[in-house]
């Protein structure tokens, strides 16, 4: 039970580390964090060898355009020779035919390689979004998640794509610039070769520095996105509140911490691009400067020297060109690591190696066994301290109490969303950790307290209860749950799209297709948290009397704070502190005199008196 509890402490740190953008290695981002990227590309293996074949000709093109341009000053321009330049220059248009080609492929290939894995990274991130348990996102904030799978993967994208393109063939250009640099002339390749550790020092060192910035303005960036997602999502609130000026404020403020961030950032890949440039720029003046003294003392010809500061220029700028992308690399690691740092997140909740199966058919039989269960967010306080109840097969259960007492927290752990850290929570006759948590979910239909209601048509939100159910089944379970009417007064019907969120729709509208939604899925066991909460009275009436159609036969708990809901249970367990305190039908408990007969007294008193004022 103790690995449980440190699993969900773990799925807890996880997304706290998220949350706050940090993690053990940040501030010391490096070029490793992209070779994960390596495993996504490799799947590409025919795109990357048709890639590599382009490259090697664009460069092969481009390295023999010096060899012509030595022969043709060592030759001469004199008429004797004009029939040997005119195929000089005949040739020089095939090799940069060669190059054009090359460089289109090398590009088209490149690029829709970056193209493609970052779109499968993205599938990758979203997916184990998907898989993680909630631990995880109570430390999590949803807008910062999602500037890791756009802002973050446009940044690798960039990266991958362009930046790579670039590299591979500024490499290529590099190694056979230097090699034909020493064929050249060895005494001059070794003056370059001698300055090179004095050029490459100062680029490692810079690059350091900006993998570290890149880190920082990625996360500001991050905290910028999150504020900005929770600002919309809550537009409502906010300009009731008269907001609109601070909350704005608050987001210019995080914008220009981002900017600052990204501007110190740039600029420490400007001061490394500045630096290179010079660096080798001054390196390949010094050659020149060498190799004219032995041209003027006779021992190199004046196209030799030509030959060679070509395959100089062609190195420098290659480094040139190297030092500025690896600056833009380095900025991709930073982002590649916090994708890494979700992609290697894993679930305190999953299915064990060798799951356990229900039993077919489903018996619908539910049993807590001296559980017990801290929130990963809360360790100070137990959710629940000792709970133990069984559920018979279509026995319809409630579970009342005050608000904080436990109830929400007994059907998380029904959904396995959270492990126990002590005794055992069991489905159908098995402890649900040794069941597959997909299989179990199978046979829970859940209709939470604040329904989640999705951007697309109504038709859509109910049948995410069973995606394969036809428009009819669709229907008979909204009639089922009294939305069909109400649906059937919208622009479209069940065509009818409803706003992120179902903004469109009233409360009692959104919690309608919530049950028409568990309705469809015709599980054998119902968790209703508050499902008539957000009725009127004459829908929660005509909402009950279908849920209690729904119920026959089939195991049910119940959630309520409004207890005449619940007088119908065939049992009523109430709750305190996490503790089952009470135990019985609606009369006996109210005979009792504890606990339930306290809340029923305050919740009927208040009840009557409102009758009595609408009365007169």
Do not use: C
């Amino acid at each position: 039970m103790t690995d449980r509890k440190n699993a969900d402490r773990k799925a807890h740190e996880n997304g706290r580390t998220l949350a706050e953008g940090e993690s053990g290695s940040r501030g010391r981002a490096n070029l490793g964090a992209l070779r994960p990227l390596v495993g996504f590309a490799m799947r590409y293996k025919g795109r990357i060898a048709a890639a590599l074949a382009a490259l090697v000709v664009a460069s092969i093109a481009t390295l023999a355009v010096p060899l012509a341009v030595r022969r043709v000053i060592d030759h001469g321009f004199s008429d004797a020779q004009g029939d040997l330049i005119s195929a000089y220059f005949a040739m020089l248009i095939v090799v940069v035919l060669f190059l054009a080609a090359g460089s289109a492929l090398r590009y088209y290939f490149v690029i829709t390689l970056g193209e493609r894995v970052v779109a499968d990274v993205r599938g990758a991130v979203f997916e184990r979004l998907t898989m993680l348990d909630p631990a995880f996102f109570d430390a999590s904030r949803a807008g910062e998640l999602v500037s890791r799978l756009t802002a973050d993967t446009t940044q690798v994208k960039a990266a991958f794509g362009a930046s790579i393109s670039i590299a591979l063939r500024n490499v290529v250009l590099l190694v056979g610039a230097i090699a034909l640099m020493i064929w050249t002339s060895p005494k001059l390749s070794a003056l370059v070769l001698v300055a090179l550790p004095l050029i490459v020092v100062p680029i490692i060192v810079s690059g350091r520095r900006v993998r570290r910035r890149s880190r920082v303005a990625q996360d500001k960036l991050a905290d910028a996105s999150a504020f900005a997602a929770e600002a919309v999502g809550a537009v409502r609130t906010m300009q009731a509140f008269g907001m609109e000026r601070a909350t704005a404020a608050r987001f210019a403020d995080a914008a220009e911490q981002a900017y600052d961030a990204a501007r110190i950032s740039v600029r420490a890949r400007a001061i490394l691009t500045g630096a290179a440039i010079f660096l080798v720029s001054a390196s390949v003046v010094g050659v020149l400067w060498y190799g004219a003294q032995s041209v003027l003392a006779g021992t190199m010809t004046g196209g030799t020297l030509g030959q060679f500061v070509l395959y100089a220029v062609f190195a420098a700028s290659a480094m040139g060109q190297l030092s500025e992308v690896y600056g833009e690399l380095a900025q991709a690691a930073g982002s590649a690591e916090r994708l890494g740092e979700i992609l290697e997140a894993m679930p305190a909740v999953k299915a064990p190696e060798n799951p356990r199966a229900l039993p077919e058919p489903a018996t619908g039989s539910l049993a807590f066994e001296d559980v017990r269960f801290h929130y990963p967010t809360r360790l100070e306080a137990p959710a629940l301290e000792g709970v133990s109840f069984a559920v018979r097969p279509g026995e319809r259960v409630a579970l009342v109490g005050p608000s904080g007492s436990g109830k929400s927290t007994v059907l998380q752990l029904i959904l396995r969303f959270y492990d126990p850290e002590a005794g055992r929570v069991i489905v159908d006759g098995v402890p649900v950790p040794e069941a597959d948590p997909v299989a179990l979910r199978r046979r829970l239909a859940l209709v939470p307290q604040e329904p989640t209601i999705f951007g697309v048509s109504v038709l859509d939100n109910i049948r995410y209860g069973r995606p394969d159910a036809g428009e009819e089944e669709v229907r008979r379970a909204a009639e089922l749950a009294s939305a069909d009417a109400f649906i059937r007064t919208l622009p479209e019907g069940y065509a009818t799209l409803v706003g992120e969120r179902g903004v469109t729709l009233s409360g009692g509208q959104r919690q309608r297709i919530a049950i028409a939604r568990a309705i469809l899925k015709d599980a054998p066991i119902l968790l209703l948290d508050e499902a008539t909460s957000a009725l009127d009275a004459e829908s929660e009436h005509a909402v009950q009397e279908a849920l209690d159609r729904l119920m026959e036969g089939r195991t049910t708990l119940v959630i309520a704070h409004r207890l005449a809901t619940v007088r119908s249970a065939d049992r009523i367990l109430v709750m305190e502190n996490g503790r089952i305190v009470e135990e019985g039908d609606h009369d006996g408990l109210v005979a009792k005199g504890g606990l339930y007969a306290r809340l029923a007294r305050l919740q009927f008193t208040d009840a009557e008196g409102a009758r009595s004022q609408a009365a007169e």
